[in-house]
């Protein structure tokens, strides 16, 4: 797994959208630093979102919590002027 990661190392600054990291607080396999670790690595805007009690599993597990987050997340696009040039 350290190869691995390394490898992603220079990956990181490749990132240019707004991102969000949900994170679980008891996740047993992906320590909850590592979204901090991923939040200082990404070069774009970055939100951590902790989901209390969340393991490893989360978008199973806490699956209405993730899916009320995104759309509180995305619903402020829908007020946003379409690309007219994208026809």
């Not at 978008?59 to 899916?67: P, R, Y």
Request: proline share 8%; with cysteine; glycine share 4%.
């Amino acid at each position: 797994l350290y190869d691995e990661l390394n490898l992603m190392m220079p990956l990181w600054k490749q990132i240019t959208c707004p991102t969000v990291v949900f994170q679980g607080t008891a996740d047993r396999l992906v320590a909850p630093g590592n979204a901090d670790f991923a939040k200082e690595m990404i070069p774009s805007p970055t939100e951590i979102i902790y989901i209390e009690e969340g393991d490893h599993f989360i978008l199973w597990s806490k699956m209405d919590q993730i899916v009320e987050k995104t759309i509180e997340l995305i619903k402020p696009l829908e007020s946003m002027p379409s690309d007219s040039t994208s026809s």
